[in-house]
């Protein structure tokens, strides 16, 4: 995929599915595939595979290509794939070489967690990163402490399609927004459905979602409101979204990627626990939130479902 065709597609809904695990604990890549196929045909425009709600830290390498190898398989050219790489950079450009060969659109790489990572060499990674690869990049920013200039340098970069701007530093984004490059790469919201109506106001474009996975037509109504400029409609989406994504932050973010799962099993694919150190399991009392909130989803006709949704919920 061009880099122009990617950016465009950022502009839209970045859709970061599930890992789903077997009764072993190990990665199912047919129902991994399943969750992919689904996320693809409810029409979200970029979909990442491998990110942070697909578990990417605590994957193996390995893990990481199964994953990737799942998620082309399942999307089937129907959206670009974007494959999360990442941890040492020699390990992230290996990624980046194997994504290409398989078929992937883009690379995404997760900002480096190395206690010692400076901010200048943290772009330097990324940009090294993109020398390397033979497909366009989106940077995943989520530290603080960056300059305008440091940012700027990143966005202008040849092969960086976008910046997933993951951080609440407003002003270092509407900053950096008109610094950079109006032909370089894409400020897009990496902070999801909550965080979009703020960013888009700040000149980001397009957004993140981990909601995709069980209620894409909630993202693409707050997408489209978004593209309308109709932010009255987009916060009254983002109200609805509320509980959900509340739930989420939970234990400083680790019930996130739990409440996704929850929600997918509830929707009719079982795809395992959470591994540590992410939460495994809800309680029960909060379990049981989730679902009071997803039947009023399903009633609205806002969650997909499967057909064996009952059965799946009858064992569970």
């Known amino acids: 995929m061009s880099i122009a065709s990617m950016r465009k597609a950022l502009t839209g809904v970045s859709g970061v599915p599930v890992t789903a695990y077997d009764g072993g604990g190990e990665v199912e890549p047919r129902i991994t595939?399943?969750?992919y196929a689904r996320v693809a045909a409810a029409g979200i425009h970029n979909i990442?595979?491998?990110?942070?709600?697909g578990e990417f830290y605590a994957l193996t390498p390995q893990e990481i290509?199964?994953?990737h190898e799942a998620a082309v398989a399942g999307v089937d050219g129907q959206a670009p794939v974007t494959a999360a790489v990442g941890r040492s950079l020699r390990e992230a450009i290996g990624m980046a070489r194997d994504a290409a060969a398989m078929g992937a659109s883009a690379v995404m790489s997760h900002q480096p967690v190395d206690p010692f990572a400076a901010p200048s060499a943290q772009i330097d990674y990324f940009c090294?990163?993109?020398d390397a690869s033979a497909l366009p990049l989106v940077a995943y920013v989520r530290a603080e402490g960056f300059s305008v200039a440091e940012i700027v340098r990143l966005a202008n970069h040849g092969n960086i399609a976008g910046i997933k701007f993951a951080t609440t530093d407003l002003m270092l984004l509407s900053r950096a927004i008109p610094a950079a490059d109006p032909n370089g790469a894409l400020f897009v919201c990496g902070l999801a459905e909550s965080w979009a109506p703020t960013f888009t106001a700040a000149g980001a474009r397009g957004f993140t979602s981990g909601l995709v996975n069980v209620a894409p037509k909630l993202s693409l109504a707050v997408h489209d409101a978004l593209e309308k400029g109709d932010f009255a409609a987009?916060?009254?989406?983002?109200?609805?979204?509320e509980p959900f994504e509340r739930m989420r932050t939970k234990f400083r973010n680790g019930a996130n990627v739990t409440v996704v799962k929850e929600?997918?099993?509830y929707s009719g694919l079982d795809v395992g626990a959470v591994r540590a150190p992410g939460l495994p399991q809800l309680d029960q009392q909060d379990r049981e939130e989730l679902h009071r909130l997803l039947r009023g989803w399903e009633a609205e006709g806002d969650i997909q479902t499967q057909p064996d949704r009952q059965a799946v919920k009858a064992a569970g």
């Open 263 to 265: 929600a997918v099993t």
């Open 48 to 53: 990442v595979a491998a990110g942070n709600t």
């Open 33 to 35: 595939a399943k969750v």
């Open 234 to 241: 987009a916060r009254a989406i983002v109200g609805k979204l």
């Open 65 to 67: 290509r199964i994953v």
């Open 128 to 130: 090294t990163l993109a």
